[in-house]
């Protein structure tokens, strides 16, 4: 299935809702997200070192973003 959201960065392959699933592309993952009060894996894949977060909610997002250690993989 073709994935409509090209500018996708989540190498989480196997999750369902990942637009190379369905054609529908981000709307179920940020509806999940949103549902969960979580911030999706493609806003936490520009921090370096995320994969070292212990989970996906606005505060482990937002405490990621404040520490000295994060940095954006793009310029703002």
Known sequence: MENI???CTCKN???PLHP????KGCAPC??????QKEI???FFNLIENAEERTGDSFKDFAEIISG???KT???D
């Open 73 to 75: 993989k793009i310029s």
């Open 20 to 23: 190379t699933k369905h054609n």
């Open 40 to 42: 999706p894996n493609c």
């Open 30 to 35: 940020i509806s999940k997200n949103l549902h």
């Open 5 to 7: 959201s090209k500018f």
């Open 68 to 70: 000295n250690k994060a």
């Open 13 to 15: 392959l196997n999750c």
